[in-house]
């Protein structure tokens, strides 16, 4: 594949309503955090193009509700997914119970080699907090994650990337190994519809 053709990623955050996942790609995307982030209603998405070891990406970004109302039409996008963040809230130990739910729902429906980073959210709010960090490190080891703990609202732009970069580095070789793949089978298959058939020799008939 060349360097300069363009892959396209589609990055999915799931979770539980207000656990940050907003606030989270706001961070990334900005570097900045709105205290007045409203809820995200059904999906929502914005994107964003990087140059990521010589090769460019146009990711989007899929942040999704968290109301359970609106889980049938999230599991829509799952498909179509090429990396998802589960998000929980580290003072919400419900947002934590329920990652079970979301992560088997991802994997019932997305390719089987998706790469799927969990990331506790929230980290400042150290009176509140209700998961540990090494409950975190044990859950995700457990269900084969990366895993990243931060807070949207005081940790830097940088240190956010650190993470979203992670996920998408993952992503993109996958991407770049299934176009090779691809791009290998239409070779093959445009070889074998280049087969020349000589055409059958006429007979010679006698005169007379």
Same mark, same amino acid.
């Given at each position: 594949? !060349? ?6 990623? !589609? ?30 209603? &059904? ?22 509700? &968290? ?45 089987? !080699? ?21 409950? &975190? ?68 008939? !006698?005169?007379?």
């Amino acid at each position: 594949m !060349n360097s300069d053709q363009e892959i396209n990623l !589609n990055i999915i955050l799931v979770g539980e309503a207000s656990v940050g996942k907003s606030a989270l790609t706001e961070k990334y995307i900005s570097g900045k955090f709105d205290h007045k982030t409203k809820p995200t209603v &059904g999906t929502d998405f914005v994107k964003r193009s990087i140059v990521l070891n010589d090769v460019p990406l146009n990711v989007r970004f899929w942040d999704t509700a &968290g109301q359970e109302k609106y889980r049938a039409m999230v599991s829509k996008f799952y498909q179509k997914a090429n990396g998802a963040f589960v998000v929980y809230d580290v003072t919400n130990k419900q947002s934590f119970e329920l990652l079970e739910y979301w992560i088997k729902s991802i994997r019932e429906s997305s390719p089987e !080699n998706m790469p799927i980073m969990l990331i506790g959210n929230k980290n400042d709010l150290i009176e509140e907090r209700q998961i540990s960090t090494e409950q &975190g490190v044990d859950f995700s080891k457990k269900l084969g994650l990366f895993f990243f703990e931060t807070s949207a609202k005081d940790d830097s732009k940088e240190k956010i990337e650190t993470a979203f970069s992670k996920l998408i580095t993952e992503a993109s070789l996958i991407a770049i190994e299934n176009n090779k793949k691809r791009e290998e089978i239409g070779m093959n298959k445009a070889k074998g519809e280049m087969i020349t058939i000589e055409p059958p020799k006429s007979k010679e008939k !006698n005169c007379c």
